[in-house]
Structures are given as C-alpha cells and as structure tokens.
C-alpha cells in the first residue's frame, strides 16, 4: 500500500480493474503498528511523554502528517 512506485501502482490498477469488472471489492492495510515513522509522526506514551515503550513499541499515529 505504501509503495507508490509507477510499476506497483500500473500493476494494482490492472488488480483493481480485475477484480471491479467482477463485481469484487479490494482494498489494502498498513501494518503500521510495529514500527517507527519519526519523532513527529509517531504515537506518544502518556508515562514519558516520548515515542516508543507503548503496547506495539512504536506506531505512527494515524493524526499525523504521516497518517
């Protein structure tokens, strides 16, 4: 989903058309919950105010520039 290359989206275009001309609705999913975006983009544990140490360690936040 987050590659936006010219060659991966032509090959997803092509997918989607496929599976719309048969009456099949597709769509895609980030695991984003166990890694680090950056500083800024990242979720904020409540006990220190910094990135990381939550429940998955890091995870952008979905209010984010990011997200």
Not at 40 to 50: H, L, Y
């Amino acid at each position: 989903m987050e590659d936006t290359t010219a060659g991966n989206l032509v090959a997803l275009k092509k997918l989607a058309d496929y599976a719309h001309s048969k009456n099949i609705k597709i769509g895609a999913y980030s695991l984003f919950s166990s890694r680090k975006i950056s500083e800024a983009d990242d979720i904020i544990n409540p006990k220190t105010g910094k990135t990381g140490g939550t429940f998955f360690g890091n995870a952008p936040c979905f209010g984010s520039n990011w997200g």
